[in-house]
């Protein structure tokens, strides 16, 4: 995207991905559970066994639920993520494994994540809140999705120490 620059010098770019990215999903994902764990539910080393075990059917799975798979690029290197799931039934859309590589952070990435999937979800769920878990301890996440205009609405009640932030469909 225009005027998103990375540290090397080369432009950031963000795309839709499709189950034919599957590999660069899979970097990126490992890479963020290696650099980034507190900031997961999976493991490295749990998604390192199902990766041994199930293969590639195991990252095509990112890509079958309704909604959207992101991957941002630093020039040729891969720089983030982002995944949003719909579970339809008038349920709020679940923003996850947002990541972006030590590299390409404060650059607007996240942002640019983020806005690809309010876009997405303004053309196909319109009404739909938009629903994350943050660490509670992880002030750059938080400080991010408060500029994106998410609100804490409680703690997690599958994880104490994350808390559930959301964004109404109006903001």
């Known amino acids: ?9 080369a432009v ?5 991905a499709t189950p034919d990215h599957w590999r660069l999903w ?19 080393a749990g998604t390192l066994a199902r990766d041994a075990a199930e293969g590639e059917s195991y990252w095509q799975g990112f890509f079958t639920a309704a909604g959207l798979v ?3 690029r630093c020039g ?15 349920q709020p859309l679940e923003l996850f494994s947002l990541w972006v590589a030590p590299e390409a952070r404060g650059r607007g990435v ?11 979800a303004a053309a196909h769920r319109p009404r739909a809140a938009m629903r994350l878990a943050v660490v509670e301890t992880n002030a750059p996440a938080r400080r991010l ?27």
């Open 26 to 44: 899979r970097e990126l994902r490992l890479r963020a559970l290696e650099e980034s764990p507190e900031a997961f539910a999976s493991t490295l």
């Open 145 to 171: 999705y408060e500029r994106c205009g998410f609100g804490v609405i409680g703690r997690n009640p599958d994880d104490d120490a994350e808390l559930l932030m959301e964004r109404g469909p109006d903001r």
């Open 70 to 72: 992101l991957v941002a």
């Open 110 to 120: 996240g942002e640019t994540l983020i806005a690809e999937c309010l876009g997405w």
């Open 12 to 16: 950031i770019r963000v795309q839709r």
């Open 1 to 9: 995207m225009p005027g998103l620059i990375c540290e090397s010098g």
């Open 76 to 90: 040729d290197e891969p720089a983030g993520m982002a995944r949003l799931v719909d579970p339809g039934d008038e």
